[in-house]
């Protein structure tokens, strides 16, 4: 499998991955929660799946993502921009297009 990604988000220049995966992690997991922390070089998000019932106020760990402050600067920004064209939709009745829709190198 291979994806496209910006190699920086604020240029339009793009840089082909070639994605390996285990299939049982291309299931993907569900988190309604998270937490983030940062340290002298890294940002470590933990995403968790959290659960309050019966008086319970339980979080089960998903997953524990560790990033270096660049890394971490370039995922709030395409974050930023996906919650922008999100809300663009949802409350401007804008039409957004796939990310696949945009032109490909490939001949």
Do not use: C
Request: net charge neutral.
């Amino acid at each position: 499998m291979s994806i496209n990604q910006p190699a920086q988000p604020a240029q339009n220049n793009k840089q082909q991955i070639n994605l390996q995966a285990d299939p049982k992690d291309l299931k993907g997991r569900y988190a309604n929660a998270f937490s983030v922390t940062s340290q002298e070089r890294e940002v470590v998000i933990d995403f968790l799946s959290h659960v309050n019932a019966n008086g319970l106020n339980q979080a089960q760990l998903v997953s524990r993502v560790f990033l270096n402050r660049f890394t971490a600067q370039d995922l709030v920004t395409v974050m930023q921009q996906a919650l922008a064209q999100w809300e663009k939709i949802r409350y401007e009745g804008g039409v957004a297009l796939p990310a696949s829709s945009e032109p490909s190198d490939a001949k």
